[in-house]
RNA sequence: CGGGACGUGGCGCAGUCUGGUAGCGUACUCGACUGGGGGUCGAGUGGUCGGAGGUUCAAAUCCUCUCGUCCCGACCA
Protein backbone atom coordinates (compact mmCIF):
# COMPACT_ATOMS: atom_id res chain seq x y z
CA UNK A 1 0.00 0.00 0.00
CA UNK A 2 1.49 3.63 -1.20
CA UNK A 3 0.88 6.15 1.45
CA UNK A 4 -0.79 8.05 -0.57
CA UNK A 5 -2.72 6.13 -2.13
CA UNK A 6 -4.84 5.06 0.73
CA UNK A 7 -7.07 7.16 3.24
CA UNK A 8 -5.20 7.96 6.65
CA UNK A 9 -6.46 11.37 7.41
CA UNK A 10 -3.98 11.75 10.52
CA UNK A 11 -4.66 14.82 13.13
CA UNK A 12 -2.21 16.73 14.91
CA UNK A 13 -4.65 17.65 17.53
CA UNK A 14 -7.16 15.61 19.10
CA UNK A 15 -10.66 16.33 18.81
CA UNK A 16 -11.63 18.58 21.81
CA UNK A 17 -14.58 15.58 22.68
CA UNK A 18 -12.28 13.09 22.94
CA UNK A 19 -11.38 12.03 26.89
CA UNK A 20 -9.29 8.58 26.79
CA UNK A 21 -6.52 8.05 25.13
CA UNK A 22 -7.62 5.28 22.94
CA UNK A 23 -9.96 7.92 21.20
CA UNK A 24 -8.31 10.54 20.65
CA UNK A 25 -5.69 8.16 19.28
CA UNK A 26 -7.33 6.44 17.23
CA UNK A 27 -9.09 9.89 15.98
CA UNK A 28 -5.43 10.88 15.04
CA UNK A 29 -3.97 8.24 13.32
CA UNK A 30 -6.96 8.16 11.03
CA UNK A 31 -8.78 5.26 12.63
CA UNK A 32 -12.16 6.19 13.04
CA UNK A 33 -14.36 9.22 13.20
CA UNK A 34 -17.32 9.85 14.84
CA UNK A 35 -20.74 10.46 13.55
CA UNK A 36 -23.18 10.84 16.38
CA UNK A 37 -22.63 9.96 20.05
CA UNK A 38 -21.44 6.45 20.25
CA UNK A 39 -21.82 6.10 16.24
CA UNK A 40 -18.40 5.73 14.49
CA UNK A 41 -17.41 5.18 11.11
CA UNK A 42 -14.44 3.46 10.71
CA UNK A 43 -11.46 4.01 7.87
CA UNK A 44 -9.22 2.43 5.78
CA UNK A 45 -6.53 2.08 8.42
CA UNK A 46 -9.06 1.24 11.38
CA UNK A 47 -10.60 -1.16 9.21
CA UNK A 48 -7.00 -3.29 9.30
CA UNK A 49 -7.27 -3.60 12.54
CA UNK A 50 -10.76 -4.62 13.54
CA UNK A 51 -10.18 -7.62 10.60
CA UNK A 52 -7.22 -8.71 12.48
CA UNK A 53 -8.93 -9.12 15.31
CA UNK A 54 -11.33 -10.40 13.75
CA UNK A 55 -9.27 -12.82 12.36
CA UNK A 56 -7.66 -14.22 15.53
CA UNK A 57 -11.06 -14.66 16.99
CA UNK A 58 -12.54 -16.32 13.72
CA UNK A 59 -9.44 -18.77 14.15
CA UNK A 60 -9.35 -20.03 17.38
CA UNK A 61 -13.60 -20.37 17.22
CA UNK A 62 -12.89 -22.59 14.65
CA UNK A 63 -10.27 -24.25 16.31
CA UNK A 64 -12.81 -25.88 19.07
CA UNK A 65 -15.64 -26.48 16.78
CA UNK A 66 -17.29 -23.07 16.40
CA UNK A 67 -19.53 -22.95 13.14
CA UNK A 68 -19.56 -19.35 11.84
CA UNK A 69 -23.15 -17.94 11.09
CA UNK A 70 -24.27 -14.65 10.05
CA UNK A 71 -27.26 -13.41 11.88
CA UNK A 72 -30.05 -10.56 11.20
CA UNK A 73 -29.45 -6.91 12.60
CA UNK A 74 -32.60 -6.22 12.41
CA UNK A 75 -35.11 -8.59 14.74
CA UNK A 76 -38.24 -9.57 14.70
CA UNK A 77 -40.48 -7.81 18.19
CA UNK A 78 -42.29 -11.47 18.29
CA UNK A 79 -38.70 -13.51 19.44
CA UNK A 80 -38.33 -11.00 22.08
CA UNK A 81 -41.93 -11.11 23.32
CA UNK A 82 -41.51 -14.77 23.45
CA UNK A 83 -38.40 -14.10 25.57
CA UNK A 84 -39.85 -11.95 27.91
CA UNK A 85 -36.78 -9.42 26.66
CA UNK A 86 -39.20 -7.21 24.68
CA UNK A 87 -41.03 -5.80 28.23
CA UNK A 88 -37.53 -6.49 30.46
CA UNK A 89 -34.45 -4.47 27.90
CA UNK A 90 -36.53 -1.00 28.31
CA UNK A 91 -34.87 1.99 26.75
CA UNK A 92 -31.67 0.39 25.65
CA UNK A 93 -33.38 -1.66 22.67
CA UNK A 94 -33.35 0.37 19.66
CA UNK A 95 -37.16 -0.35 18.39
CA UNK A 96 -38.13 0.03 14.74
CA UNK A 97 -41.43 -0.41 12.66
CA UNK A 98 -41.30 -1.63 9.09
CA UNK A 99 -43.63 -0.19 6.56
CA UNK A 100 -46.29 -1.75 7.49
CA UNK A 101 -46.21 -1.18 11.14
CA UNK A 102 -44.60 -3.84 12.26
CA UNK A 103 -42.53 -3.72 15.32
CA UNK A 104 -38.49 -4.65 15.27
CA UNK A 105 -35.41 -4.38 17.02
CA UNK A 106 -32.15 -3.29 16.50
CA UNK A 107 -30.52 -6.10 17.93
CA UNK A 108 -28.25 -5.53 21.09
CA UNK A 109 -27.57 -9.40 21.02
CA UNK A 110 -28.60 -12.56 19.19
CA UNK A 111 -29.87 -14.79 21.90
CA UNK A 112 -33.45 -14.77 20.59
CA UNK A 113 -32.74 -15.47 16.80
CA UNK A 114 -30.38 -18.48 17.48
CA UNK A 115 -32.68 -20.14 19.79
CA UNK A 116 -34.98 -19.50 17.26
CA UNK A 117 -32.38 -21.09 14.46
CA UNK A 118 -31.78 -23.84 16.89
CA UNK A 119 -35.14 -24.86 17.95
CA UNK A 120 -36.53 -25.04 14.03
CA UNK A 121 -33.46 -27.28 12.86
CA UNK A 122 -32.27 -29.26 15.89
CA UNK A 123 -34.28 -31.65 17.02
CA UNK A 124 -32.09 -34.85 18.17
CA UNK A 125 -29.49 -35.38 20.70
CA UNK A 126 -27.49 -36.41 17.51
CA UNK A 127 -27.09 -33.02 16.69
CA UNK A 128 -26.30 -31.65 20.24
CA UNK A 129 -23.95 -29.88 21.61
CA UNK A 130 -23.64 -27.32 18.67
CA UNK A 131 -21.68 -23.97 18.76
CA UNK A 132 -22.58 -21.35 16.91
CA UNK A 133 -20.64 -17.69 16.18
CA UNK A 134 -20.71 -14.41 14.46
CA UNK A 135 -19.31 -11.40 13.84
CA UNK A 136 -21.88 -8.45 13.97
CA UNK A 137 -22.60 -5.12 14.29
CA UNK A 138 -24.46 -4.49 17.77
CA UNK A 139 -26.93 -1.42 18.62
CA UNK A 140 -27.14 -1.11 22.44
CA UNK A 141 -29.03 2.55 23.05
CA UNK A 142 -27.06 3.47 26.21
CA UNK A 143 -28.16 6.13 28.63
CA UNK A 144 -24.50 7.56 28.29
CA UNK A 145 -21.99 6.26 25.53
CA UNK A 146 -18.46 7.28 26.47
CA UNK A 147 -14.98 6.37 25.73
CA UNK A 148 -14.59 6.40 21.72
CA UNK A 149 -15.17 2.70 20.55
CA UNK A 150 -14.43 1.49 23.97
CA UNK A 151 -18.15 2.01 25.39
CA UNK A 152 -20.61 3.14 21.87
CA UNK A 153 -23.73 2.46 21.13
CA UNK A 154 -22.87 0.71 17.76
CA UNK A 155 -20.09 -1.80 18.09
CA UNK A 156 -18.84 -5.05 16.44
CA UNK A 157 -18.87 -8.12 19.15
CA UNK A 158 -18.57 -12.06 18.14
CA UNK A 159 -20.89 -13.88 19.95
CA UNK A 160 -20.95 -17.28 20.10
CA UNK A 161 -23.97 -19.68 21.66
CA UNK A 162 -23.65 -23.32 22.33
CA UNK A 163 -26.21 -25.95 23.06
CA UNK A 164 -26.20 -29.19 25.33
CA UNK A 165 -28.05 -31.52 26.72
CA UNK A 166 -26.34 -31.55 29.73
CA UNK A 167 -24.65 -29.01 32.46
CA UNK A 168 -21.57 -30.72 32.11
CA UNK A 169 -21.64 -30.86 28.26
CA UNK A 170 -22.05 -27.06 28.53
CA UNK A 171 -19.43 -26.94 31.37
CA UNK A 172 -17.27 -28.39 28.72
CA UNK A 173 -17.37 -26.10 26.32
CA UNK A 174 -17.54 -23.27 28.68
CA UNK A 175 -13.95 -24.22 29.76
CA UNK A 176 -12.92 -24.66 25.54
CA UNK A 177 -14.19 -21.47 25.23
CA UNK A 178 -12.61 -19.99 28.29
CA UNK A 179 -9.33 -21.71 26.66
CA UNK A 180 -9.96 -20.08 23.11
CA UNK A 181 -10.31 -16.47 25.10
CA UNK A 182 -7.16 -16.53 26.56
CA UNK A 183 -5.08 -17.62 23.51
CA UNK A 184 -7.32 -15.19 21.61
CA UNK A 185 -6.36 -12.27 23.55
CA UNK A 186 -2.68 -13.67 24.04
CA UNK A 187 -2.42 -13.65 20.39
CA UNK A 188 -3.64 -9.86 20.17
CA UNK A 189 -0.62 -9.22 22.72
CA UNK A 190 -3.05 -7.91 26.26
CA UNK A 191 -1.94 -8.06 29.45
CA UNK A 192 -5.10 -9.79 30.50
CA UNK A 193 -7.16 -11.45 33.25
CA UNK A 194 -9.96 -14.06 33.65
CA UNK A 195 -12.10 -13.23 36.60
CA UNK A 196 -14.97 -14.32 38.29
CA UNK A 197 -18.41 -12.17 37.56
CA UNK A 198 -21.85 -11.76 37.88
CA UNK A 199 -23.91 -13.02 34.79
CA UNK A 200 -26.35 -9.64 35.77
CA UNK A 201 -29.37 -9.31 33.48
CA UNK A 202 -28.53 -11.98 30.82
CA UNK A 203 -29.15 -14.29 33.47
CA UNK A 204 -27.59 -18.19 34.37
CA UNK A 205 -25.20 -19.37 36.99
CA UNK A 206 -21.98 -19.43 36.14
CA UNK A 207 -19.91 -16.28 34.51
CA UNK A 208 -16.20 -15.38 33.63
CA UNK A 209 -15.00 -11.78 32.19
CA UNK A 210 -12.12 -11.17 30.49
CA UNK A 211 -10.29 -8.55 31.45
CA UNK A 212 -7.78 -6.33 29.80
CA UNK A 213 -5.67 -4.59 32.82
CA UNK A 214 -5.72 -0.27 32.15
CA UNK A 215 -6.59 2.41 34.58
CA UNK A 216 -8.86 4.08 32.10
CA UNK A 217 -11.04 0.67 32.28
CA UNK A 218 -14.31 1.01 34.13
CA UNK A 219 -14.09 -2.48 35.53
CA UNK A 220 -12.43 -2.91 38.88
CA UNK A 221 -11.40 -6.52 39.32
CA UNK A 222 -9.63 -8.11 42.73
CA UNK A 223 -7.23 -10.74 42.64
CA UNK A 224 -5.03 -12.44 45.20
CA UNK A 225 -1.52 -11.70 45.13
CA UNK A 226 -0.71 -15.19 46.50
CA UNK A 227 -3.05 -17.92 44.47
CA UNK A 228 -4.58 -17.47 41.11
CA UNK A 229 -7.96 -16.16 42.66
CA UNK A 230 -9.53 -13.58 40.47
CA UNK A 231 -13.02 -12.15 40.52
CA UNK A 232 -14.63 -8.70 39.53
CA UNK A 233 -14.78 -6.43 42.75
CA UNK A 234 -19.04 -6.88 42.42
CA UNK A 235 -18.30 -10.29 43.03
CA UNK A 236 -15.51 -10.72 45.08
CA UNK A 237 -15.81 -12.76 48.23
CA UNK A 238 -14.59 -11.50 51.29
CA UNK A 239 -13.34 -14.11 53.49
CA UNK A 240 -15.46 -15.52 56.15
CA UNK A 241 -15.19 -13.39 58.88
CA UNK A 242 -14.29 -15.25 62.32
CA UNK A 243 -15.31 -14.16 65.79
CA UNK A 244 -14.27 -11.74 68.01
CA UNK A 245 -11.53 -13.44 69.76
CA UNK A 246 -11.70 -10.70 72.43
CA UNK A 247 -14.12 -11.54 75.61
CA UNK A 248 -16.31 -8.46 75.96
CA UNK A 249 -19.13 -8.26 78.36
CA UNK A 250 -22.46 -8.16 76.42
CA UNK A 251 -24.07 -4.66 77.31
CA UNK A 252 -27.53 -4.12 77.70
CA UNK A 253 -29.27 -2.23 74.76
CA UNK A 254 -29.81 1.55 75.13
CA UNK A 255 -30.75 4.99 73.30
CA UNK A 256 -28.12 7.51 72.89
CA UNK A 257 -29.27 11.10 71.84
CA UNK A 258 -26.81 11.78 68.92
CA UNK A 259 -28.81 15.38 67.30
CA UNK A 260 -28.11 15.79 64.04
CA UNK A 261 -25.79 12.70 63.30
CA UNK A 262 -26.34 11.33 60.36
CA UNK A 263 -23.56 9.69 59.24
CA UNK A 264 -20.73 6.78 60.24
CA UNK A 265 -18.28 9.86 60.55
CA UNK A 266 -20.43 12.30 62.55
CA UNK A 267 -22.00 9.58 64.82
CA UNK A 268 -18.31 7.90 65.74
CA UNK A 269 -16.98 11.50 66.27
CA UNK A 270 -19.39 12.28 68.67
CA UNK A 271 -19.90 9.17 70.48
CA UNK A 272 -16.04 8.71 70.03
CA UNK A 273 -16.04 5.52 69.04
CA UNK A 274 -14.29 3.53 65.43
CA UNK A 275 -16.24 2.93 62.47
CA UNK A 276 -16.40 -1.02 63.21
CA UNK A 277 -18.43 -0.55 65.94
CA UNK A 278 -21.38 0.60 64.37
CA UNK A 279 -24.07 -1.06 61.87
CA UNK A 280 -24.75 0.68 58.84
CA UNK A 281 -28.49 0.32 57.34
CA UNK A 282 -28.45 0.98 53.76
CA UNK A 283 -32.23 0.80 51.93
CA UNK A 284 -32.98 -0.42 48.86
CA UNK A 285 -36.16 -0.56 46.46
CA UNK A 286 -36.54 -3.68 44.98
CA UNK A 287 -39.67 -5.65 42.93
CA UNK A 288 -39.84 -7.33 46.80
CA UNK A 289 -40.18 -3.73 48.49
CA UNK A 290 -37.97 -2.42 50.59
CA UNK A 291 -35.30 -3.77 51.94
CA UNK A 292 -32.24 -3.05 54.42
CA UNK A 293 -28.29 -4.27 54.19
CA UNK A 294 -26.18 -4.51 56.95
CA UNK A 295 -22.61 -4.25 56.93
CA UNK A 296 -20.07 -3.06 59.61
CA UNK A 297 -19.61 1.13 59.38
CA UNK A 298 -16.01 0.78 57.99
CA UNK A 299 -17.22 -1.38 55.27
CA UNK A 300 -19.11 -0.39 51.69
CA UNK A 301 -22.67 -2.63 50.83
CA UNK A 302 -21.92 -4.17 47.57
CA UNK A 303 -25.35 -4.23 45.84
CA UNK A 304 -25.07 -6.83 43.61
CA UNK A 305 -23.94 -9.34 46.49
CA UNK A 306 -27.18 -8.15 47.99
CA UNK A 307 -29.38 -8.38 45.06
CA UNK A 308 -27.61 -12.25 44.41
CA UNK A 309 -28.81 -13.14 48.39
CA UNK A 310 -31.96 -11.44 48.16
CA UNK A 311 -32.78 -13.38 45.14
CA UNK A 312 -34.86 -10.51 43.68
CA UNK A 313 -35.32 -9.45 40.15
CA UNK A 314 -34.04 -5.77 40.60
CA UNK A 315 -32.53 -3.63 43.20
CA UNK A 316 -31.95 0.01 42.95
CA UNK A 317 -31.05 2.57 45.96
CA UNK A 318 -33.62 3.83 47.63
CA UNK A 319 -34.67 7.66 47.34
CA UNK A 320 -34.35 9.05 50.92
CA UNK A 321 -37.50 10.52 50.70
CA UNK A 322 -39.45 7.45 49.85
CA UNK A 323 -37.41 5.64 52.93
CA UNK A 324 -39.12 8.30 54.87
CA UNK A 325 -42.57 7.78 53.76
CA UNK A 326 -42.53 3.97 54.10
CA UNK A 327 -40.29 3.90 57.69
CA UNK A 328 -41.18 6.85 59.00
CA UNK A 329 -37.91 7.25 60.22
CA UNK A 330 -35.84 10.40 58.94
CA UNK A 331 -32.46 9.20 57.09
CA UNK A 332 -29.07 9.01 59.23
CA UNK A 333 -31.61 6.67 62.15
CA UNK A 334 -32.40 4.04 60.53
CA UNK A 335 -31.66 0.73 62.01
CA UNK A 336 -32.28 -3.25 62.16
CA UNK A 337 -33.71 -3.23 65.56
CA UNK A 338 -37.75 -3.18 65.59
CA UNK A 339 -38.14 -1.90 61.51
CA UNK A 340 -40.37 -3.16 59.54
CA UNK A 341 -37.98 -3.48 56.57
CA UNK A 342 -36.90 -7.20 55.43
CA UNK A 343 -33.06 -7.15 56.95
CA UNK A 344 -30.34 -8.84 55.21
CA UNK A 345 -26.92 -8.42 57.11
CA UNK A 346 -23.47 -8.88 55.96
CA UNK A 347 -21.31 -12.05 58.02
CA UNK A 348 -19.31 -9.81 60.04
CA UNK A 349 -22.50 -8.44 61.53
CA UNK A 350 -23.02 -11.74 63.51
CA UNK A 351 -19.64 -11.43 65.22
CA UNK A 352 -20.32 -7.85 66.19
CA UNK A 353 -20.77 -7.27 69.87
CA UNK A 354 -22.17 -3.89 71.70
CA UNK A 355 -23.31 -2.67 68.31
CA UNK A 356 -23.88 0.84 67.57
CA UNK A 357 -27.07 1.83 65.14
CA UNK A 358 -29.96 4.15 64.04
CA UNK A 359 -32.94 3.83 66.75
CA UNK A 360 -35.26 4.41 64.20
CA UNK A 361 -36.20 7.58 65.34
CA UNK A 362 -35.01 11.15 65.16
CA UNK A 363 -31.78 12.49 66.77
CA UNK A 364 -31.23 8.76 68.69
CA UNK A 365 -28.86 5.74 68.06
CA UNK A 366 -29.06 2.40 69.83
CA UNK A 367 -25.60 1.07 71.38
CA UNK A 368 -25.24 -2.32 73.21
CA UNK A 369 -26.50 -4.05 70.23
CA UNK A 370 -25.98 -7.42 70.12
CA UNK A 371 -26.86 -9.48 66.83
CA UNK A 372 -28.62 -12.68 68.39
CA UNK A 373 -30.09 -10.95 70.91
CA UNK A 374 -31.62 -7.68 69.36
CA UNK A 375 -31.87 -8.78 65.94
CA UNK A 376 -33.99 -10.23 63.62
CA UNK A 377 -32.64 -10.85 59.85
CA UNK A 378 -34.02 -12.86 57.11
CA UNK A 379 -30.98 -13.90 55.71
CA UNK A 380 -26.73 -13.86 56.47
CA UNK A 381 -24.67 -13.45 53.75
CA UNK A 382 -21.17 -11.81 52.17
CA UNK A 383 -22.52 -8.48 51.07
CA UNK A 384 -19.68 -6.34 51.68
CA UNK A 385 -17.43 -4.65 48.59
CA UNK A 386 -13.39 -5.91 49.67
CA UNK A 387 -10.36 -3.14 49.92
CA UNK A 388 -6.94 -3.61 49.08
CA UNK A 389 -5.04 -5.69 51.12
CA UNK A 390 -7.79 -8.04 52.87
CA UNK A 391 -6.91 -11.59 53.09
CA UNK A 392 -8.06 -14.07 50.40
CA UNK A 393 -11.04 -16.09 50.63
CA UNK A 394 -9.53 -18.81 48.63
CA UNK A 395 -5.73 -18.90 50.60
CA UNK A 396 -4.35 -18.40 53.61
CA UNK A 397 -1.06 -16.25 52.36
CA UNK A 398 -2.61 -13.98 49.71
CA UNK A 399 -4.19 -10.63 49.92
CA UNK A 400 -6.56 -8.78 47.69
CA UNK A 401 -4.80 -6.54 44.88
CA UNK A 402 -7.59 -4.34 42.78
CA UNK A 403 -7.01 -3.11 39.40
CA UNK A 404 -8.55 -1.50 36.75
CA UNK A 405 -9.36 -2.55 33.66
CA UNK A 406 -11.57 -2.90 30.97
CA UNK A 407 -13.76 -5.85 29.80
CA UNK A 408 -13.34 -7.14 26.67
CA UNK A 409 -15.08 -10.79 26.61
CA UNK A 410 -17.56 -12.28 28.86
CA UNK A 411 -18.81 -16.02 28.71
CA UNK A 412 -21.56 -17.36 30.81
CA UNK A 413 -23.71 -20.91 31.34
CA UNK A 414 -27.04 -19.69 30.95
CA UNK A 415 -28.90 -22.65 31.47
CA UNK A 416 -31.91 -23.72 30.00
CA UNK A 417 -33.47 -20.19 31.04
CA UNK A 418 -33.86 -19.06 27.10
CA UNK A 419 -34.63 -22.53 25.56
CA UNK A 420 -37.39 -23.13 28.03
CA UNK A 421 -39.21 -19.62 27.46
CA UNK A 422 -38.86 -20.29 23.52
CA UNK A 423 -39.18 -24.07 23.73
CA UNK A 424 -35.52 -24.79 22.32
CA UNK A 425 -36.35 -28.81 22.98
CA UNK A 426 -34.51 -31.92 21.79
CA UNK A 427 -35.52 -35.68 22.00
CA UNK A 428 -33.33 -37.77 24.27
CA UNK A 429 -32.25 -41.19 23.37
CA UNK A 430 -35.08 -42.35 25.39
CA UNK A 431 -37.62 -40.37 23.36
CA UNK A 432 -38.07 -37.64 26.14
CA UNK A 433 -38.46 -33.86 24.97
CA UNK A 434 -35.94 -31.51 27.26
CA UNK A 435 -35.19 -28.34 26.83
CA UNK A 436 -31.77 -27.26 25.90
CA UNK A 437 -28.99 -26.49 28.13
CA UNK A 438 -27.44 -22.86 26.58
CA UNK A 439 -24.40 -21.13 26.78
CA UNK A 440 -23.40 -17.85 25.57
CA UNK A 441 -19.87 -16.33 25.01
CA UNK A 442 -19.04 -12.67 23.80
CA UNK A 443 -15.97 -10.58 22.69
CA UNK A 444 -16.09 -6.99 22.03
CA UNK A 445 -14.01 -6.82 18.86
CA UNK A 446 -13.48 -2.90 18.51
CA UNK A 447 -13.15 -2.48 22.16
CA UNK A 448 -10.23 -5.14 22.35
CA UNK A 449 -8.90 -3.05 19.45
CA UNK A 450 -9.03 0.17 21.49
CA UNK A 451 -7.87 -2.13 25.12
CA UNK A 452 -4.90 -2.77 22.88
CA UNK A 453 -3.96 0.93 22.48
CA UNK A 454 -5.13 1.98 25.96
CA UNK A 455 -2.21 -0.45 26.86
CA UNK A 456 1.08 0.22 24.50
CA UNK A 457 1.04 4.00 23.51
CA UNK A 458 3.52 6.78 24.45
CA UNK A 459 3.26 10.50 24.08
CA UNK A 460 4.45 9.69 20.48
CA UNK A 461 1.16 7.72 19.71
CA UNK A 462 -0.38 4.27 19.43
CA UNK A 463 2.69 1.25 19.34
CA UNK A 464 0.33 -1.74 18.10
CA UNK A 465 1.21 -5.04 19.14
CA UNK A 466 2.65 -6.77 15.77
CA UNK A 467 -0.25 -9.34 15.93
CA UNK A 468 -3.34 -6.37 15.67
CA UNK A 469 -0.81 -3.84 13.45
CA UNK A 470 -2.18 -2.64 10.82
CA UNK A 471 0.60 -2.92 8.76
CA UNK A 472 3.99 -4.48 10.56
CA UNK A 473 6.36 -2.54 8.51
CA UNK A 474 6.40 1.33 7.16
CA UNK A 475 8.94 2.53 4.73
CA UNK A 476 10.23 5.88 5.38
CA UNK A 477 12.24 6.67 2.12
CA UNK A 478 13.85 10.38 2.91
CA UNK A 479 13.37 11.74 -0.25
CA UNK A 480 11.13 9.88 -2.22
CA UNK A 481 12.45 11.91 -5.40
CA UNK A 482 15.87 10.51 -5.41
CA UNK A 483 15.95 7.80 -7.77
CA UNK A 484 18.41 5.97 -5.91
CA UNK A 485 16.32 6.11 -2.77
CA UNK A 486 12.93 5.73 -4.53
CA UNK A 487 14.27 2.42 -6.52
CA UNK A 488 15.50 0.87 -3.51
CA UNK A 489 12.27 1.69 -1.48
CA UNK A 490 10.34 -0.13 -4.23
CA UNK A 491 12.36 -2.96 -4.31
CA UNK A 492 11.98 -3.30 -0.95
CA UNK A 493 8.53 -2.86 -0.77
CA UNK A 494 7.93 -5.79 -3.44
CA UNK A 495 9.97 -7.98 -1.88
CA UNK A 496 8.47 -7.68 2.19
CA UNK A 497 5.06 -8.19 0.53
CA UNK A 498 6.19 -11.03 -1.36
CA UNK A 499 7.84 -12.27 2.15
CA UNK A 500 4.21 -12.00 3.74
CA UNK A 501 5.15 -8.59 5.43
CA UNK A 502 2.11 -6.02 5.20
CA UNK A 503 4.39 -2.99 4.30
CA UNK A 504 3.20 0.89 3.50
CA UNK A 505 5.47 2.88 1.53
CA UNK A 506 5.42 6.34 2.79
CA UNK A 507 6.09 7.68 -0.82
CA UNK A 508 4.58 11.27 0.10
CA UNK A 509 6.91 14.43 -0.73
CA UNK A 510 6.96 15.39 2.84
CA UNK A 511 10.25 15.55 4.56
CA UNK A 512 11.39 12.95 6.71
CA UNK A 513 10.18 14.81 10.11
CA UNK A 514 6.76 14.46 9.10
CA UNK A 515 6.83 10.93 7.69
CA UNK A 516 8.34 9.70 11.39
CA UNK A 517 5.81 11.69 13.56
CA UNK A 518 2.82 9.95 11.34
CA UNK A 519 4.29 6.88 11.21
CA UNK A 520 5.09 7.23 14.99
CA UNK A 521 1.37 7.83 15.32
CA UNK A 522 -0.08 5.51 13.58
CA UNK A 523 1.94 2.71 15.71
CA UNK A 524 3.53 0.60 12.87
CA UNK A 525 6.08 -1.67 14.20
CA UNK A 526 9.07 -1.53 12.32
CA UNK A 527 10.57 1.20 10.37
CA UNK A 528 12.63 0.93 7.39
CA UNK A 529 14.49 4.45 6.64
CA UNK A 530 16.31 4.63 3.31
CA UNK A 531 18.34 7.71 2.76
CA UNK A 532 20.96 8.15 0.20
CA UNK A 533 24.38 8.20 2.26
CA UNK A 534 23.38 4.96 3.82
CA UNK A 535 22.24 3.47 0.19
CA UNK A 536 25.38 4.54 -0.92
CA UNK A 537 27.46 2.52 1.49
CA UNK A 538 25.03 -0.46 0.93
CA UNK A 539 22.89 0.05 4.38
CA UNK A 540 18.77 0.59 4.93
CA UNK A 541 17.98 1.30 9.05
CA UNK A 542 15.30 -0.37 10.60
CA UNK A 543 13.68 1.32 13.52
CA UNK A 544 11.49 -0.31 16.27
CA UNK A 545 8.58 1.80 17.15
CA UNK A 546 7.98 0.38 20.71
CA UNK A 547 12.28 0.84 21.76
CA UNK A 548 13.37 3.49 19.37
CA UNK A 549 16.24 1.49 18.63
CA UNK A 550 17.55 1.42 15.13
CA UNK A 551 20.24 -0.55 13.46
CA UNK A 552 21.69 -0.80 9.62
CA UNK A 553 21.38 -4.30 7.87
CA UNK A 554 22.75 -4.26 4.28
CA UNK A 555 20.80 -3.75 1.45
CA UNK A 556 19.57 -5.66 -0.25
CA UNK A 557 20.91 -8.55 1.33
CA UNK A 558 19.28 -8.15 4.52
CA UNK A 559 16.13 -7.88 2.93
CA UNK A 560 15.33 -11.35 3.79
CA UNK A 561 15.32 -11.01 7.54
CA UNK A 562 12.97 -8.82 8.29
CA UNK A 563 10.15 -11.15 8.75
CA UNK A 564 12.80 -12.41 11.71
CA UNK A 565 13.52 -9.39 12.74
CA UNK A 566 9.73 -8.94 13.37
CA UNK A 567 8.91 -11.58 15.01
CA UNK A 568 11.29 -10.72 17.55
CA UNK A 569 9.93 -7.20 18.42
C1' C B 1 -32.86 10.60 34.02
C1' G B 2 -30.33 14.58 37.72
C1' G B 3 -26.05 18.20 37.71
C1' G B 4 -22.43 21.01 34.64
C1' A B 5 -20.08 22.81 30.13
C1' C B 6 -19.68 23.73 25.10
C1' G B 7 -21.46 24.42 19.66
C1' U B 8 -17.50 30.03 15.12
C1' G B 9 -13.76 26.82 7.71
C1' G B 10 -11.34 19.61 8.16
C1' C B 11 -8.94 19.97 13.37
C1' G B 12 -7.61 23.24 17.72
C1' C B 13 -9.15 27.96 19.37
C1' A B 14 -10.04 33.77 19.96
C1' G B 15 -14.03 37.14 19.30
C1' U B 16 -19.82 37.01 22.95
C1' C B 17 -19.48 40.28 29.07
C1' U B 18 -19.57 46.03 26.41
C1' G B 19 -24.11 44.67 19.21
C1' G B 20 -21.11 47.98 14.18
C1' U B 21 -17.72 44.63 7.26
C1' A B 22 -15.73 37.03 10.89
C1' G B 23 -10.23 36.35 12.90
C1' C B 24 -5.66 33.24 14.55
C1' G B 25 -2.88 28.55 14.39
C1' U B 26 -2.91 24.20 11.72
C1' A B 27 -4.61 21.51 7.48
C1' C B 28 -5.65 22.17 2.13
C1' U B 29 -4.29 24.33 -3.29
C1' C B 30 -0.45 26.66 -6.52
C1' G B 31 4.79 28.33 -7.15
C1' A B 32 9.91 28.62 -5.58
C1' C B 33 13.57 26.98 -2.40
C1' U B 34 14.62 22.90 1.05
C1' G B 35 15.34 17.46 1.95
C1' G B 36 17.59 12.44 8.43
C1' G B 37 12.60 14.79 13.03
C1' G B 38 5.88 18.43 11.97
C1' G B 39 11.27 23.46 7.11
C1' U B 40 11.16 28.68 4.65
C1' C B 41 9.08 32.46 1.49
C1' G B 42 5.15 34.08 -1.61
C1' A B 43 0.15 33.66 -3.62
C1' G B 44 -4.69 31.38 -2.74
C1' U B 45 -9.34 28.16 -1.54
C1' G B 46 -12.69 27.33 2.24
C1' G B 47 -17.30 29.63 7.37
C1' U B 48 -25.75 31.01 6.09
C1' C B 49 -20.91 31.70 13.57
C1' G B 50 -25.69 24.37 15.29
C1' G B 51 -31.10 25.62 13.94
C1' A B 52 -35.78 28.59 14.41
C1' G B 53 -38.06 32.83 16.14
C1' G B 54 -37.62 37.66 18.45
C1' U B 55 -35.34 42.70 19.97
C1' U B 56 -32.55 46.44 17.01
C1' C B 57 -31.00 51.04 11.90
C1' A B 58 -27.58 46.83 12.75
C1' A B 59 -26.93 40.26 16.03
C1' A B 60 -21.57 35.25 16.26
C1' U B 61 -22.57 38.86 20.32
C1' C B 62 -28.88 40.46 23.64
C1' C B 63 -33.83 37.46 24.58
C1' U B 64 -36.95 32.87 23.86
C1' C B 65 -37.34 28.11 22.09
C1' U B 66 -34.99 23.99 19.95
C1' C B 67 -31.23 20.46 18.27
C1' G B 68 -26.46 18.43 18.98
C1' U B 69 -21.95 17.04 21.58
C1' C B 70 -18.99 16.26 25.87
C1' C B 71 -18.07 15.77 31.28
C1' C B 72 -19.76 14.13 36.52
C1' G B 73 -23.48 11.03 38.72
C1' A B 74 -27.26 7.18 38.34
C1' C B 75 -27.32 2.95 34.77
C1' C B 76 -24.80 -1.00 31.98
C1' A B 77 -24.04 -8.02 28.00
Known amino acids: MYYSKILIPTLKESPADAEVISHKLMVRAGMIRQMAAGIYSTLPLGLRVLKKVEQIVREEMNRIGGQEVFLPSVQPAELWEESGRWEFYGKELLRLKDRH ?80 YSRIFERCGLDFKMVEADSGTIGGSFSHEFVVLADSGEDRIGFCDSCDYASNLEKAEARAAKPNSESTSEEDIKEVSTPGKKSVEEVTQFLNVSSDKLIKTIVFETDQGLVAGLVRGDREINPVKLKNLIDCEWLNPAPEELITKETGVPCGYLGPVGTQLKVFADTEITHMSNGITGANKADTHLTGVQFGRDLKVEKVGDLRDINEGDRCPKCDSGKYKIKRGIEVGHIFILGAKYSEAMKAHYLDDQGKEKPMIMGCYGIGVGRTAAAAIEQNYDEKGIIWPLPLAPFQAVILPVNFKVDAVRSAAETIYKTLWEQGVETLLDDRSDRLGVKFKDAELLGIPLQIIIGPKNLDEGKVELKSRKTGESKLISFPEEISTVPEILAEL
Open 101 to 180: DREFCYGPTHEEIITDIVRRDVHSYRQLPITLYQIQTKFRDEVRPRFGIMRGREFTMKDAYSFHTTEESTRETYSQMAEA
